[in-house]
């Protein structure tokens, strides 16, 4: 994986003197996906890493509402990392894609959109069999 692989989609943002409105609608031809939930992250502590997993076929959209952290992306061949903190842009999640999500500044909120309902037979917890199944793919 390497940089140019980071999928970060602009949002539709309203921008006037009162500040901005951004929007996502189901069809609005943004988010690539059906949306078929939403879940959000807050209340994280200092020094948490959260993810340590990757899922093989759920896509989700994930956009740091406000504060800042980090994302740690690894397709088993390659890591990279972004920082989300712009609520305007959205961070594209691909199926068999390892995340790591760590420097959380405090209060951070991240929204996360995802194509699928929760479905823990998705996950994939464990790294090298993560190795494994991602050096399948072509
Ligand atoms: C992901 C990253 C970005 C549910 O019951 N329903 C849900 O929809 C979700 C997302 C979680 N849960 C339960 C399962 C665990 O008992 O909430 C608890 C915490 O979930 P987890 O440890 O998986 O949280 P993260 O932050 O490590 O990972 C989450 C998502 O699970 C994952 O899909 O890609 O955020």
């Known amino acids: 994986m390497s940089p140019a692989d980071i999928v970060l989609l602009p949002l539709r943002t309203f921008h ?19 949306i078929r939930r939403v879940y959000y992250i807050h209340h994280v502590p200092t020094g948490v890493t959260r993810g340590g997993h990757a899922h093989r076929a759920l896509r989700q959209l994930m956009i740091c509402l406000s504060g800042r952290l980090d994302v740690h992306l690894d397709d088993g061949r390659g890591r990279v990392s972004v920082t989300l903190s712009d609520p ?51």
């Open 88 to 138: 305007r842009v959205g961070l594209l999640l691909a199926p068999m894609t390892w995340r790591e999500m760590n420097d959380f500044a405090p209060d951070t909120v991240c929204l996360v959109l995802a194509s699928e309902p929760y479905d823990e037979a998705d996950y994939i917890h464990d790294y090298p069999e993560f190795v494994r199944e991602a050096s399948r793919i072509e």
């Open 16 to 34: 006037d003197v009162r500040g901005d409105l951004t929007t996502l609608e189901p069809d609005d031809g943004v988010v690539p996906f059906a």
